[in-house]
Protein backbone atom coordinates (compact mmCIF):
# COMPACT_ATOMS: atom_id res chain seq x y z
CA UNK A 1 0.00 0.00 0.00
CA UNK A 2 6.03 3.75 0.35
CA UNK A 3 3.79 5.32 2.20
CA UNK A 4 1.15 4.34 4.09
CA UNK A 5 6.02 5.63 5.16
CA UNK A 6 5.22 4.78 4.53
CA UNK A 7 1.48 5.67 5.97
CA UNK A 8 1.37 8.55 8.85
CA UNK A 9 3.72 9.30 11.72
CA UNK A 10 2.67 8.38 14.66
CA UNK A 11 -0.63 7.58 17.38
CA UNK A 12 -3.66 6.26 16.03
CA UNK A 13 -6.98 6.50 13.36
CA UNK A 14 -8.64 5.05 10.21
CA UNK A 15 -11.77 5.18 9.25
CA UNK A 16 -14.98 3.39 9.96
CA UNK A 17 -15.92 1.25 6.60
CA UNK A 18 -17.97 -1.54 6.10
CA UNK A 19 -18.13 -2.20 2.24
CA UNK A 20 -19.96 -3.60 -0.33
CA UNK A 21 -17.59 -4.97 -2.43
CA UNK A 22 -18.09 -4.54 -5.92
CA UNK A 23 -15.38 -4.91 -8.99
CA UNK A 24 -14.63 -1.77 -10.27
CA UNK A 25 -14.37 -1.68 -14.28
CA UNK A 26 -11.88 -3.09 -16.33
CA UNK A 27 -9.37 -2.89 -13.42
CA UNK A 28 -6.36 -5.35 -13.79
CA UNK A 29 -4.78 -7.20 -11.31
CA UNK A 30 -1.23 -8.70 -11.40
CA UNK A 31 -0.23 -10.82 -8.13
CA UNK A 32 -2.53 -11.18 -5.00
CA UNK A 33 -3.68 -9.73 -2.24
CA UNK A 34 -6.19 -10.20 0.14
CA UNK A 35 -9.76 -11.88 -0.20
CA UNK A 36 -13.01 -10.44 0.49
CA UNK A 37 -16.60 -11.64 0.15
CA UNK A 38 -18.60 -9.92 -2.82
CA UNK A 39 -21.58 -8.01 -2.43
CA UNK A 40 -23.14 -8.25 -6.01
CA UNK A 41 -24.58 -4.33 -5.24
CA UNK A 42 -23.48 -2.26 -8.41
CA UNK A 43 -20.83 0.54 -7.33
CA UNK A 44 -22.12 3.87 -7.84
CA UNK A 45 -19.23 5.48 -10.03
CA UNK A 46 -16.84 2.33 -10.90
CA UNK A 47 -17.67 1.20 -14.57
CA UNK A 48 -14.68 1.67 -16.14
CA UNK A 49 -13.35 4.32 -18.56
CA UNK A 50 -13.53 2.80 -21.81
CA UNK A 51 -10.39 4.40 -23.75
CA UNK A 52 -11.19 7.81 -24.84
CA UNK A 53 -14.91 7.65 -23.64
CA UNK A 54 -15.06 11.00 -21.86
CA UNK A 55 -12.64 12.73 -24.31
CA UNK A 56 -15.20 13.69 -26.90
CA UNK A 57 -17.31 17.01 -26.02
CA UNK A 58 -17.37 19.57 -23.28
CA UNK A 59 -15.72 19.71 -20.17
CA UNK A 60 -14.68 15.78 -20.33
CA UNK A 61 -12.66 16.66 -23.51
CA UNK A 62 -10.58 19.77 -21.99
CA UNK A 63 -9.58 17.44 -19.32
CA UNK A 64 -8.32 14.83 -21.91
CA UNK A 65 -6.07 17.55 -23.18
CA UNK A 66 -4.53 18.14 -20.12
CA UNK A 67 -2.96 14.98 -20.23
CA UNK A 68 0.93 14.68 -21.42
CA UNK A 69 0.63 13.70 -24.87
CA UNK A 70 1.54 9.95 -24.67
CA UNK A 71 -1.78 9.07 -22.12
CA UNK A 72 -3.41 10.78 -24.71
CA UNK A 73 -2.14 8.19 -27.29
CA UNK A 74 -2.56 5.15 -25.25
CA UNK A 75 -5.50 6.01 -22.88
CA UNK A 76 -4.44 4.38 -20.33
CA UNK A 77 -2.52 5.28 -16.81
CA UNK A 78 -0.34 2.69 -15.10
CA UNK A 79 -1.32 2.59 -11.18
CA UNK A 80 0.33 1.15 -8.90
CA UNK A 81 -1.37 -0.40 -5.72
CA UNK A 82 -1.02 -3.03 -2.61
CA UNK A 83 -4.15 -4.58 -2.49
CA UNK A 84 -4.42 -5.58 0.63
CA UNK A 85 -5.58 -3.35 2.67
CA UNK A 86 -9.54 -3.21 2.86
CA UNK A 87 -12.11 -1.19 1.80
CA UNK A 88 -8.71 0.96 0.37
CA UNK A 89 -8.23 -1.67 -1.64
CA UNK A 90 -8.37 -5.71 -1.71
CA UNK A 91 -8.97 -8.38 -4.44
CA UNK A 92 -11.91 -9.99 -5.12
CA UNK A 93 -12.17 -12.86 -8.23
CA UNK A 94 -8.98 -11.56 -9.57
CA UNK A 95 -9.95 -7.90 -9.53
CA UNK A 96 -8.62 -5.11 -7.53
CA UNK A 97 -12.00 -3.39 -5.89
CA UNK A 98 -12.27 -0.51 -3.07
CA UNK A 99 -11.89 3.25 -2.76
CA UNK A 100 -9.29 3.65 -4.52
CA UNK A 101 -9.90 1.80 -7.39
CA UNK A 102 -13.46 3.20 -7.49
CA UNK A 103 -12.15 6.81 -7.74
CA UNK A 104 -9.69 5.74 -10.22
CA UNK A 105 -12.43 4.83 -12.44
CA UNK A 106 -14.17 7.84 -11.73
CA UNK A 107 -10.91 9.58 -12.69
CA UNK A 108 -10.13 7.81 -15.54
CA UNK A 109 -13.76 8.71 -17.30
CA UNK A 110 -13.51 12.71 -16.35
CA UNK A 111 -9.93 12.29 -18.04
CA UNK A 112 -10.87 9.55 -21.03
CA UNK A 113 -8.37 7.02 -20.19
CA UNK A 114 -8.21 3.74 -18.01
CA UNK A 115 -6.82 3.77 -14.97
CA UNK A 116 -5.21 0.27 -14.68
CA UNK A 117 -3.97 -0.88 -11.34
CA UNK A 118 -1.54 -3.90 -10.61
CA UNK A 119 -0.75 -5.21 -7.47
CA UNK A 120 2.74 -4.86 -5.18
CA UNK A 121 4.10 -4.72 -2.66
CA UNK A 122 3.84 -1.16 -0.74
CA UNK A 123 7.25 -0.50 0.35
CA UNK A 124 8.03 -0.88 -3.47
CA UNK A 125 5.46 1.73 -4.75
CA UNK A 126 7.99 4.54 -4.97
CA UNK A 127 9.93 2.57 -6.52
CA UNK A 128 8.09 1.62 -9.63
CA UNK A 129 7.28 5.34 -10.32
CA UNK A 130 10.96 5.79 -10.36
CA UNK A 131 11.56 2.74 -13.14
CA UNK A 132 8.38 3.47 -15.20
CA UNK A 133 6.62 0.66 -14.12
CA UNK A 134 3.94 2.76 -12.64
CA UNK A 135 2.58 6.21 -13.75
CA UNK A 136 0.99 6.93 -10.23
CA UNK A 137 0.21 5.23 -6.77
CA UNK A 138 -2.96 4.97 -5.36
CA UNK A 139 -2.90 2.87 -2.59
CA UNK A 140 -3.89 4.65 0.73
CA UNK A 141 -0.58 6.57 0.78
CA UNK A 142 0.21 9.39 3.35
CA UNK A 143 1.41 12.16 2.10
CA UNK A 144 4.62 13.53 4.14
CA UNK A 145 7.50 16.21 3.67
CA UNK A 146 9.29 12.78 3.74
CA UNK A 147 7.95 11.03 0.96
CA UNK A 148 7.80 14.77 -0.90
CA UNK A 149 11.40 15.32 -0.19
CA UNK A 150 13.11 11.54 -0.65
CA UNK A 151 14.07 11.30 2.49
CA UNK A 152 13.99 7.79 4.92
CA UNK A 153 12.67 7.78 8.37
CA UNK A 154 15.98 9.35 9.80
CA UNK A 155 15.76 12.46 7.04
CA UNK A 156 18.47 11.06 4.67
CA UNK A 157 17.93 11.62 1.44
CA UNK A 158 17.46 8.47 -0.40
CA UNK A 159 15.59 9.54 -3.71
CA UNK A 160 13.98 12.30 -5.51
CA UNK A 161 11.00 12.20 -3.74
CA UNK A 162 6.92 12.28 -5.31
CA UNK A 163 4.44 14.86 -5.68
CA UNK A 164 0.98 14.34 -3.70
CA UNK A 165 -2.42 15.28 -5.10
CA UNK A 166 -4.29 14.76 -1.90
CA UNK A 167 -8.02 13.16 -2.12
CA UNK A 168 -8.64 11.81 1.50
CA UNK A 169 -7.90 12.59 5.35
CA UNK A 170 -7.54 9.53 7.62
CA UNK A 171 -5.71 9.13 10.58
CA UNK A 172 -4.86 6.11 12.83
CA UNK A 173 -6.43 3.77 14.90
CA UNK A 174 -4.21 0.48 17.04
CA UNK A 175 -5.97 -2.79 16.33
CA UNK A 176 -5.85 -5.07 19.17
CA UNK A 177 -7.23 -8.99 19.39
CA UNK A 178 -11.33 -8.75 20.79
CA UNK A 179 -11.60 -8.65 24.00
CA UNK A 180 -8.80 -6.11 23.68
CA UNK A 181 -6.95 -8.52 26.54
CA UNK A 182 -3.93 -6.18 27.65
CA UNK A 183 -5.82 -3.25 27.98
CA UNK A 184 -4.49 -1.13 25.37
CA UNK A 185 -5.48 2.58 25.09
CA UNK A 186 -2.51 4.29 23.59
CA UNK A 187 0.90 3.89 22.49
CA UNK A 188 2.33 4.14 25.92
CA UNK A 189 0.22 1.38 26.54
CA UNK A 190 2.32 -1.20 24.05
CA UNK A 191 5.48 -0.36 26.00
CA UNK A 192 6.90 -3.46 27.16
CA UNK A 193 5.11 -5.31 24.67
CA UNK A 194 5.35 -7.21 21.06
CA UNK A 195 3.92 -5.55 18.34
CA UNK A 196 3.09 -5.93 14.40
CA UNK A 197 3.29 -3.86 11.34
CA UNK A 198 3.25 -3.37 7.79
CA UNK A 199 6.90 -2.96 6.23
CA UNK A 200 7.52 0.31 4.67
CA UNK A 201 4.83 2.06 6.57
CA UNK A 202 4.44 5.34 8.48
CA UNK A 203 3.28 2.89 10.43
CA UNK A 204 6.04 1.28 11.29
CA UNK A 205 8.06 4.37 11.87
CA UNK A 206 5.32 5.05 14.43
CA UNK A 207 6.52 2.22 16.24
CA UNK A 208 10.48 2.58 15.98
CA UNK A 209 9.46 6.48 17.67
CA UNK A 210 7.32 5.03 20.38
CA UNK A 211 10.42 2.21 21.07
CA UNK A 212 12.65 5.07 21.67
CA UNK A 213 9.73 6.79 24.10
CA UNK A 214 9.12 3.64 26.09
CA UNK A 215 13.22 3.61 27.01
CA UNK A 216 14.06 0.88 29.17
CA UNK A 217 10.92 -1.02 29.02
CA UNK A 218 11.66 -1.57 25.09
CA UNK A 219 8.83 -2.36 22.74
CA UNK A 220 9.20 -5.16 19.91
CA UNK A 221 8.39 -4.84 16.30
CA UNK A 222 7.73 -7.21 14.04
CA UNK A 223 7.37 -5.96 10.87
CA UNK A 224 5.51 -7.93 7.58
CA UNK A 225 5.05 -7.19 3.93
CA UNK A 226 1.63 -7.15 4.04
CA UNK A 227 -0.97 -6.35 6.50
CA UNK A 228 -2.47 -9.35 6.47
CA UNK A 229 0.64 -10.93 8.14
CA UNK A 230 0.52 -8.70 10.99
CA UNK A 231 -3.15 -9.13 11.57
CA UNK A 232 -2.64 -12.80 11.80
CA UNK A 233 0.04 -11.80 14.34
CA UNK A 234 -2.14 -10.53 16.38
CA UNK A 235 -4.78 -13.12 15.69
CA UNK A 236 -2.70 -15.44 16.92
CA UNK A 237 -1.40 -13.94 20.13
CA UNK A 238 2.19 -12.97 18.70
CA UNK A 239 1.50 -9.43 19.13
CA UNK A 240 -0.74 -7.16 21.17
CA UNK A 241 -1.48 -4.82 18.36
CA UNK A 242 -1.02 -3.85 14.65
CA UNK A 243 -1.18 -0.16 13.47
CA UNK A 244 -3.37 0.93 10.72
CA UNK A 245 -5.60 3.82 9.23
CA UNK A 246 -8.81 4.13 10.93
CA UNK A 247 -10.97 3.39 8.44
CA UNK A 248 -8.81 -0.02 7.83
CA UNK A 249 -8.62 -0.59 11.19
CA UNK A 250 -12.46 -0.46 11.87
CA UNK A 251 -13.34 -2.52 8.27
CA UNK A 252 -11.05 -5.57 10.11
CA UNK A 253 -12.42 -5.36 13.13
CA UNK A 254 -16.16 -4.99 11.59
CA UNK A 255 -15.25 -7.74 9.29
CA UNK A 256 -12.64 -10.49 10.09
CA UNK A 257 -14.42 -13.47 11.75
CA UNK A 258 -17.62 -11.62 11.64
CA UNK A 259 -16.53 -9.25 14.06
CA UNK A 260 -15.14 -12.07 16.68
CA UNK A 261 -11.28 -11.55 16.00
CA UNK A 262 -10.53 -7.92 16.47
CA UNK A 263 -11.53 -4.62 18.26
CA UNK A 264 -10.47 -1.21 17.66
CA UNK A 265 -8.55 0.05 20.38
CA UNK A 266 -8.66 3.99 22.07
CA UNK A 267 -9.31 7.11 20.19
CA UNK A 268 -8.36 7.66 16.45
CA UNK A 269 -5.51 10.15 15.99
CA UNK A 270 -3.20 11.94 13.99
CA UNK A 271 -4.99 13.13 11.10
CA UNK A 272 -3.41 13.29 7.74
CA UNK A 273 -4.06 13.36 3.93
CA UNK A 274 -3.70 10.10 1.52
CA UNK A 275 -2.45 11.28 -1.66
CA UNK A 276 -2.21 10.11 -5.52
CA UNK A 277 1.85 9.92 -5.89
CA UNK A 278 3.11 11.27 -8.96
CA UNK A 279 7.00 11.36 -10.36
CA UNK A 280 8.19 15.05 -9.39
CA UNK A 281 8.62 16.14 -12.83
CA UNK A 282 5.27 14.84 -13.90
CA UNK A 283 3.68 17.79 -13.04
CA UNK A 284 1.69 17.92 -16.03
CA UNK A 285 0.09 14.54 -15.39
CA UNK A 286 0.15 15.61 -11.42
CA UNK A 287 -2.29 19.02 -12.70
CA UNK A 288 -4.45 16.73 -14.54
CA UNK A 289 -5.20 14.50 -11.85
CA UNK A 290 -6.32 17.50 -9.58
CA UNK A 291 -8.55 18.91 -12.20
CA UNK A 292 -10.02 15.80 -12.30
CA UNK A 293 -10.41 14.84 -8.84
CA UNK A 294 -11.77 18.24 -8.06
CA UNK A 295 -14.07 17.81 -11.06
CA UNK A 296 -15.50 14.19 -9.33
CA UNK A 297 -15.80 16.39 -5.84
CA UNK A 298 -17.96 18.99 -7.69
CA UNK A 299 -20.63 16.36 -9.41
CA UNK A 300 -20.95 14.43 -6.54
CA UNK A 301 -19.30 11.13 -7.62
CA UNK A 302 -16.34 11.72 -5.36
CA UNK A 303 -19.02 11.10 -2.20
CA UNK A 304 -21.16 8.98 -3.46
CA UNK A 305 -18.06 6.15 -3.71
CA UNK A 306 -17.53 7.43 -0.18
CA UNK A 307 -20.59 6.76 0.70
CA UNK A 308 -20.90 3.38 -0.87
CA UNK A 309 -17.69 2.61 1.32
CA UNK A 310 -18.91 3.93 4.48
CA UNK A 311 -15.77 6.12 4.39
CA UNK A 312 -17.01 9.93 4.64
CA UNK A 313 -15.58 10.51 7.71
CA UNK A 314 -12.43 11.09 5.59
CA UNK A 315 -13.85 13.27 2.96
CA UNK A 316 -12.24 16.61 1.79
CA UNK A 317 -14.18 19.25 -0.59
CA UNK A 318 -11.54 20.30 -2.70
CA UNK A 319 -8.14 18.38 -3.72
CA UNK A 320 -4.40 19.90 -2.58
CA UNK A 321 -1.12 19.37 -4.01
CA UNK A 322 1.32 18.39 -1.07
CA UNK A 323 -0.40 19.01 1.80
CA UNK A 324 0.83 16.52 3.89
CA UNK A 325 3.04 17.43 6.51
Known amino acids: MTARTTRRTTALSRLSAVAAVAVAGTLVLTGCGD ?91 ITSLQTGRSDIVMSAMSDTKARQGGLDDKGKKIGTGVDFVDYY ?97 GAPSDAGPFGIAVSKDATQLRDALKAALDAIMADGTYTKILQKWNATTGAITASAINGGS
Request: proline share 4%; net charge negative.
Open 35 to 125: QTKKDDTAPPSSSAAGAGSSATSGAADSLFSKLPQKYQDSKVIQVGTDASYAPMEQTEDGKIVGIDPDLGAALGEKLGVTFKFTNGKFDGL
Open 169 to 265: NSGSSLLVAKGNPKGVKTLDDLCGQTVAVQRGTIYEDAFKKQKTACGSKGLTIQAFDTDAEAQTRVKAGGAVADLNDTPVAAYIAQTSGKGADFEVA
